[in-house]
């Protein structure tokens, strides 16, 4: 009674204990998701680029075709005051123009720092998604080391209680009926 009393009270423990598992779809599945999460961050830079560039070249046309027209007035009114002659266009231009783009760098650098601080955000928020990723990663991994662990401790027991048995000739008996079933429908 002995060894039939510590197999049963072995397979009692091992079936109440449960066994953790993870299908092979499920960690299949979870790398795709990794890709996928790599591709989603990759969007939303780009996304947030392209609206950003949208909003530069809608700023810049206002800027070069509106306000650089009254600029330039102003500044050509208020030249002969600064240097103490008058415009001239030819020699002068290369002036306004720096003086224009010079402006131009203040005023866009707004924009410039909302597209860094967006992907700032965006790469913070996509690390915190694949640090989650990662950490379940790590939990299916050790699921699969528990199940295989447990499967060899009471693979041992078994063994040490009656050297015939082994989880292994289970899994054999397992394969044997279902392809003699299958063998029976085809």
Not at 95 to 121: G, H, K, S, T, W
């Amino acid at each position: 009674m002995g060894k039939l009393f510590w197999l049963c009270v072995l397979v009692g423990c091992f079936l109440q204990s449960g066994c953790i598992s993870t299908p092979h779809e499920v960690v299949l599945l979870h790398e795709k998701e990794a890709d996928l999460l790599r591709e989603l961050r990759r969007t939303h830079l780009a996304m947030v680029d392209s609206y950003i560039d949208q909003k530069v070249e809608s700023f810049e046309q206002f800027y070069f075709n509106t306000y650089g027209l009254a600029f330039r007035k102003n500044w050509e009114k208020h030249f002969q005051q600064k240097t103490g002659r008058a415009y001239d266009s030819d020699k002068d231009f290369p002036q306004i123009y720096n003086d224009l783009v010079a402006e131009y760098q203040n005023e866009i650098q707004p924009l410039n720092q909302m597209r860094l601080d967006l992907r700032r955000e965006i790469d913070a928020a996509h690390q915190q998604i694949t640090e989650s990723h990662e950490a379940v990663a790590a939990w299916l991994k050790s699921a699969e080391k528990l199940k295989r662990a447990q499967r060899d401790a009471l693979n041992t027991m078994l063994k040490s209680i009656n050297p015939t048995l082994s989880l292994d000739k289970v899994d054999a008996k397992v394969a044997e009926m279902k392809n003699a079933l299958a063998a029976k429908i085809q």
